[in-house]
């Protein structure tokens, strides 16, 4: 809802699309990341900070040996649903058309939106096999790692 505006924020300041299209992602991905932060400090049992209170632990103590582990399976699972998002928004953000005029940057996801306004169907489904391709490379080589690291060293439930 916000992207109209901030594309128009943008482009009167003179923001190139390619660095503006960043900044939308940001703005669409944000979210994600800093909700489930949220949820994984509300999650952390409240023995343990009471356990941390009654060591006299400091404020890093607390953070290195109780806050960064409790989050960091949240914060992985923000990753995750960030890194849709931006595939879903730089979609949206590198193919913008403002006034009637069509302005690109260079990216997959303007090549989706050109070939689905030019109904170039051979490019459209090259553009979405390659960003599947990437996709699940991404989810095997990365996110599938650090699922695994939260749930077998950071998870509080064990």
């Known amino acids: 809802m916000l992207f109209p505006a901030v594309i128009a924020l943008m482009h009167a300041i003179g923001v190139p699309l390619g660095a503006g299209s960043v900044v939308l992602m940001l703005l669409g991905t944000q979210w994600y990341v800093l909700f489930n932060v949220v949820a994984g400090a509300q999650a952390i049992p409240a023995d343990l900070r009471e356990a941390a209170a009654m060591f006299r632990m400091s404020r890093w103590e607390r953070f290195r040996a109780l806050y960064a ?16 998002g931006a595939w879903t928004a730089s979609i949206v953000s590198e193919y913008v058309t403002y006034h ?7 990216g997959l996801g303007a090549r989706v939106s050109e070939a689905a306004a030019g ?24 996110w599938r790692r650090l699922n695994l690291l939260a749930e077998h060293r950071f998870a509080l439930t064990r």
């Open 119 to 142: 109904l170039q169907l051979p490019l459209l489904a090259a553009s979405i096999l390659v960003m599947s391709t990437m996709v699940v490379a991404f989810n095997r080589l990365v």
């Open 100 to 106: 009637g005029h069509a302005e690109t940057t260079l």
């Open 69 to 84: 582990p409790g989050v960091f399976p949240y914060l992985v699972t923000g990753w995750v649903t960030a890194a849709g």
